[in-house]
Nanobody, 125 residues
Framework: QVQLVDSGGGSVQAGGSLRLSCAAS????????MGWFRQAPGKEPEGVAIIGTGSGATDYADSVKGRFTISQDSAKNTVFLQMNSLKPEDTAVYFCAARFGARYCTRAASYYYIWGQGTQVTVSS
């Protein structure tokens, strides 16, 4: 059974950077979608960035375009989220998620069925 372990969260000041990692364990073949989602207290989950692991295609929420970059290390079944120019409104718990054998990728959280445990990102002003 595939599991996701996400890490790399922390506390930074506005304008700072963090890099999140999501390592998938288990046998993973074919075209898959992996992504990062976040949820702040009292808010709905937001699809931040996704990547098609076969095509390398990416998609970002408008709120993070130009600041966040999702990438992958296919050999290690690991996906990263580089977060630059962080803002207080980026504060949330960030979750890694995956869908295997996917024909397409989307930032809709309901599309994903494997989730990491979450990592807290706190940005202070």
């Amino acid at each position: 059974q595939v599991q996701l372990v996400d890490s790399g969260g922390g506390s930074v000041q506005a304008g700072g950077s963090l890099r999140l990692s999501c390592a998938a364990s288990g046998d993973i073949d074919g075209s898959n979608c992996m992504g990062w989602f976040r949820q702040a207290p009292g808010k709905e989950p937001e699809g931040v960035a996704i990547i098609g692991t076969g095509s390398g295609a990416t998609d970002y929420a408008d709120s993070v375009k130009g600041r966040f970059t999702i990438s992958q290390d296919s050999a290690k079944n690991t996906v990263f989220l580089q977060m630059n120019s962080l803002k207080p409104e980026d504060t949330a718990v960030y979750f890694c998620a995956a869908r295997f054998g996917a024909r397409y990728c989307t930032r809709a959280a309901s599309y994903y069925y494997i989730w990491g445990q979450g990592t807290q990102v706190t940005v202070s002003s």
